[in-house]
Structures are given as C-alpha cells and as structure tokens.
C-alpha cells in the first residue's frame, strides 16, 4: 500500500496477495477506482463511449438543452410544450376500442394507445387479441384521425406491427431484448422505449443506442416506474421523476412519462401526471377506461384506468400550465 496524491492505492505487490492468480498492475487506480472497474459498472462517464449517436457530448449540435423533435403523424414529441397518448391498457373489442379513441380525441390528447400483443406476468391471463387487435387499433386510429401506438413482443412480429401502427413500443420487459431492439430499428418507424423496470439510465440509453446503430434516430424514451423496495406496498413502481432531468442532461432524445404503471391506481395518476409535467417531461401515456358502471371490467390493468373526466383534467393542467402559446404548434403538440 502506497500514498498517491494522499489517497492510498495498492501496488501490485498487494495485488499478487489478491489470491487472483494473476498480477494486476493496479498503481494508477486508487482503491475507490479499483472497485468500481472490477464490478464492471457502468457510470454516466462511459455514455459517450457507449452511446456515441445519443449522447449530448458526442453530439455538439444538439447543444446542452435542444431536443430532437420525433414527430408522429402531427403529434410532436420534444417540441417543449407535452403530447398526451391516451387509451386502453389492451384492445379488447372494436366497441371499447372506438369509444375510448372518440374520447381521447374529444379530450384533445394527440395519440391514441392500445395493446394487441400483451406481456402478462400469467401466461393464462389475457394475451392480447394479436393481429385482430392491431386491426381493430388502426380502424379506430383512422376514424378518430389519432396516430396509434403498440407494444411488440416479439422479433418476429415486428413487420407485422409495423403495417398497423405509426409508432412502435417496446415494453419494460422486453428493453434488454437486444435482437427485437435491431428488428425495430430496422423497420422505419419510430419507437417508445419503455425503460426497464430495474434498468439504470446508461442501461435504458445502451438500449437506445442499439435503435439509433440501425439507423432510427426516431425514439422517445418512456419512463414507467422502476422496482424498489416499497413497490408493491403502495403502488406498483416507483415513479422515478429524477431521471427526467437526468435523461435531458445525457441525450437529445425526447422523454415522456407513464403515470399509470409507475403507480398502478388510477387515484395517483393525476398527482403523478402533474408532477411529471413539473419535471419537465415531453408527454404522457395514460391508460383509461369508459368510466361507465355497465361497461365490461378491462381484462387487463383495470385498477390503474382513469375514466374520461380525468383524463380532460390533466390536459387541462397541461394547457393551464403551458401559458399561452404562440406560433404554430398547440399545446399537445398538434401542428394547427
Ligand atoms: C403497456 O404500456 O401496455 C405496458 C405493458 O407497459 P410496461 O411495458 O411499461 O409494463
Ligand atoms: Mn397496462
């Protein structure tokens, strides 16, 4: 043990008594240095060597605040003034799904939402109605004028995705999935890239990254709560707001927030839209339900749906929020 610079680092004497079988010559690492390269973490330091198309640093012309506006027919993400998508948690039937795009229309949100192909915890719950649910999606998509968004699971279903939706998801589970990844980079239409439920933020941007090696800058990142140790006790995730800050500090990428599965009870998810929009996000996806006492229960994430009223509200927060707008682009990003 030596005395650099009045930190104490090992010399490879003490490293050779490591037991490793092999030297290491460790003299310019203090001890601090030492553990973290041994554990192989990746800090914020390392993006701009594993995110060189993302990161603001590798990129100048973004500058230290610019973000690259994705837009998705009419609706604009990164424009400073938030984008609401709303819908179901999972299309269920053509009655559902066109009434509650006719209220996410009316509520003046510029996307529609909407899962065909579902990631379920219980391989006997719901699945999804699959490519009859993405047909169903596009019609009410089309008759509402609201561009769509769907999750893909799957490597191979992505062309199929693609026919239907203008913006592709990529859920939490599957963000590591590193090959779907490629595939939706591939495909030539823009992605929601959910962040992972105990992803980091050089992990979610890594995942990023993998859509912009394609050649698809088109990506908005989508924070949705990640797993901590009350999640669970009172809600489901933990809505990680610091991260919003966090993200913009890093990358050009537009950010949006998921209200509803970060809290998983629809009470909560008006505070939590407020509070995302204070963080300075560039959306919001909302799931909703009819509200009506004679509808059908949702199949799937029925405790965490808002009903129409609020879902106005919160939109209503955003236009109060935003202040008058000048120029060409509304307060839901929609170009008038
Ligand atoms: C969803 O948005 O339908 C969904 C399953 O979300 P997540 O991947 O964030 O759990
Ligand atoms: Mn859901």
């Known amino acids: 043990m030596t005395s650099v610079d009045g930190m104490e680092v090992l010399q490879s004497e003490d490293a050779g008594r490591l037991g490793r079988g092999k030297r290491v ?12 390269k041994i554990a192989g973490k990746v800090t914020t330091e390392d993006l701009p060597r594993m995110c060189p198309l993302l990161s603001r640093e590798t990129n100048p012309r973004y500058g230290s605040d610019h973000r690259r506006v ?6 604009r993400f990164g424009t400073g003034l938030p984008v609401v998508i709303a819908g179901p948690c999972a299309v269920e039937s053509w009655e559902q799904t066109l009434e509650l795009a006719r209220v996410v229309k009316a509520s003046g949100a510029g996307m529609l939402r909407g ?11 719901f699945q999804g109605l699959g490519l009859e649910g993405l047909k169903i999606l596009r019609a009410a998509g089309d008759e509402t004028g ?3 968004v769907t999750e893909v699971i799957d490597v191979r279903l992505v062309e199929t995705v693609a026919q239907y939706a203008d913006m592709l998801q990529i859920g939490s589970r599957s963000m590591q999935n590193y090959p779907l990844l490629v595939e939706v ?16 933020l050089c992990e979610w941007l ?7 090696k394609e050649g698809n800058l088109e990506i908005v990142l989508c924070e949705r709560g990640i797993k901590t140790f009350s999640s669970g006790e009172y809600s489901r995730f933990s809505l990680d707001l610091n991260v919003i800050p966090a993200v913009r500090a890093q990358t050009f990428l537009p950010v949006i927030v998921d209200p509803s599965h970060a809290t998983g009870v629809a009470s ?11 963080f300075g996000c560039d959306g919001l996806i909302i799931e909703i339900g009819s509200g009506r006492n004679d509808a059908p229960r949702p199949k799937c994430d029925a405790d965490q749906a808002i ?8 939109i209503r927060f955003i236009n109060s929020r935003q202040g008058p707008v000048e120029g060409k682009v509304s307060v839901l990003g929609w170009v008038r």
């Open 25 to 36: 010559e460790l003299s310019n690492f203090s001890k601090l240095e030492l553990a973290v």
């Open 70 to 75: 994705v837009e998705i027919g009419g609706a």
């Open 115 to 125: 899962g065909a192909f579902k990631p379920r915890t219980s391989p006997h719950d």
């Open 146 to 148: 609201l561009p769509v």
């Open 185 to 200: 980079g591939h495909v030539g239409k823009p992605v929601l890239l959910k962040r992972g439920m105990a992803a980091s």
């Open 206 to 212: 890594g995942a990023a990254e993998y859509i912009a």
């Open 268 to 278: 909560m998810v008006e505070l939590a839209s407020r509070g995302a929009i204070e």
């Open 307 to 314: 009903d129409p009223p609020t879902l106005c509200q919160i």
